[in-house]
Every structure is written in structure tokens, then in C-alpha cells.
């Protein structure tokens, strides 16, 4: 499934922190492509999470796949260890910017609350041929801690007209830097490429065409998306 030989770019995210790129990810990608399409009709818009599009949770043979190839080449890097828990999803994004909700207009953060002895890790695998899909961005925060929490807060419970008003956000997708998250890394989309990165720093989907987005998975923004939650490097 997973390529046995893979190259890893490593690309700064922050003084701390780096995105690892791997091109070739898949022996066989176009078999995910033709699964996705035989099975689009089970794809589901889940509601729990900020996601932007409909998804479709993996047999759990197919995670154990990507959590040994992230054991074996990505998780010394991210300061983790051994994989407590973690899932996979193929997902398209398929959402319009006027329909997104307020939670949709600003980057996210996977999984917070985990106890300070573990780390969250995510990977992206992108399983289009359409680069102008766009990849992933990176954030950091210009505000202040508990500034950004309520911001990240309101956005998940306020209107979108009030929360357009309360923070002069309007909807749409993240690109660039705005007054609360300033951009320091655009992963450009590949076929056939997958990225992992500490899931607790904030990011979001590229999305530059949404007009070109679409629920069919032989023409849309198809990927397969890996958390996984993992006990923290001694030291780290």
C-alpha cells in the first residue's frame, strides 16, 4: 500500500516545528480514488468537527496501514512514540464559502485536551490530480492565548452575522494572514503526496477554487486524513 522506500522533505513550519512532505506516498493510488467512488454514496457531512466537506471513516485495517508506515518514518520525528489511538477518514471538501459556518472561517487545531504527556499528530494524503485544489496552510496566533480561545470559542457557539460583526470576519476560506493568524506555510497539493505534522498548531485547508470543488471523487478535493494520538518523547 504504503511506498517502502520514501523520501521526507521537512519543511518549517516554525523555529519548532516542521511539516514532513513525502511525494509517491502509494503504490497504487488510483485504487483509493475508484474506492472513494464506489463508496461515495456512504460519505457524511459528521457536523462534530470543523470539517468543510463530507467524509468516510476507514476499516480499521487501513489505519493500522498508515499507522506503521507513520511508526516507522514519521513519529521519532514529531516527538512522539507509541500510538495510543488514532483513525483515518477519506474526505472531500465540498462546501461553498457562503455556506460555511463561522468555526469554517478561521484555521483549527486537531484534538485539544490531550494530558500534557501525549501529542497529537495528522497527516494528509491527497488523491487528486487538480493541484488548484490547494494544500494545507499553517497559522500562529497574533493574539493573546485567552483572545484566541474566545475567538475559537465564539466561533463554534455566535451567529454568523454576529460573529462577522464581533470580529469584522466574513465568511469564506483561509488563505492568507488576518488580524488573529498570521499564514507561515502553504504545503502545495501534489498527487500522490502526503504530509504529517504536529496536529495542535493551527491550520486549514488551501481552498483558492472553491467553485471548482465537487462530491465526486474521481473530480473532487479527495483525501485521506490520519490522527493519531501518541505518548510524548521523553524530553520533549
Known amino acids: 500500500m504504503f511506498n517502502p522506500n520514501p523520501q521526507i522533505t521537512a519543511l518549517p513550519i516554525d523555529a519548532q516545528h516542521n511539516c514532513y512532505v513525502i511525494d509517491g506516498a502509494l503504490t497504487e493510488p488510483q485504487r483509493w480514488v475508484e474506492y472513494a467512488a464506489n463508496y461515495q454514496q456512504e460519505f457524511r457531512s459528521e457536523g462534530f468537527n470543523a470539517y468543510p466537506g463530507v467524509e468516510l471513516r476507514m476499516p480499521d485495517g487501513v489505519s493500522q496501514r498508515l499507522d506503521e508506515f507513520f511508526m516507522l518514518y514519521i513519529r521519532d520525528l514529531l516527538g512522539a512514540r507509541r500510538t495510543l489511538r488514532m483513525y483515518s477518514r477519506l474526505a472531500m471538501v465540498t462546501t461553498q464559502p457562503e455556506q460555511l459556518e463561522p468555526r469554517q472561517w478561521i484555521c483549527h487545531r486537531d484534538r485539544m485536551g490531550v494530558p500534557p504527556e501525549q501529542c497529537v499528530a495528522a497527516s494528509v494524503l491527497y488523491l487528486f490530480k487538480d493541484d488548484a485544489f490547494g494544500g494545507t496552510s499553517f497559522f500562529k496566533a497574533r493574539?493573546?492565548?485567552?483572545?484566541?480561545?474566545?475567538?475559537?470559542?465564539?466561533?463554534?457557539?455566535?451567529?454568523?452575522?454576529?460573529?462577522?460583526?464581533?470580529?469584522?470576519?466574513?465568511?469564506?476560506?483561509?488563505?492568507?494572514?488576518?488580524?488573529?493568524?498570521?499564514?507561515?506555510?502553504?504545503?502545495?497539493?501534489?498527487?500522490?503526496?502526503?504530509?504529517?505534522?504536529?496536529?495542535?498548531?493551527?491550520?486549514?485547508?488551501?481552498?483558492?477554487?472553491?467553485?471548482?470543488?465537487?462530491?465526486?471523487?474521481?473530480?473532487?478535493?479527495?483525501?485521506?486524513?490520519?490522527?493519531?494520538?501518541?505518548?510524548?518523547?521523553?524530553?520533549?
Do not use: Q
Not at 157 to 185: I, P, V
Open 143 to 236: 493574539r493573546s492565548a485567552a483572545e484566541i480561545d474566545l475567538l475559537v470559542h465564539d466561533s463554534g457557539t455566535m451567529s454568523r452575522d454576529a460573529f462577522a460583526s464581533k470580529y469584522a470576519l466574513g465568511a469564506g476560506y483561509l488563505t492568507e494572514s488576518n488580524a488573529f493568524f498570521e499564514k507561515t506555510l502553504t504545503v502545495s497539493a501534489r498527487w500522490n503526496r502526503i504530509i504529517f505534522y504536529d496536529g495542535s498548531l493551527f491550520h486549514c485547508s488551501h481552498i483558492t477554487a472553491p467553485d471548482r470543488l465537487s462530491a465526486d471523487p474521481r473530480m473532487g478535493r479527495l483525501s485521506l486524513n490520519g490522527f493519531f494520538t501518541c505518548r510524548r518523547s521523553l524530553g520533549i
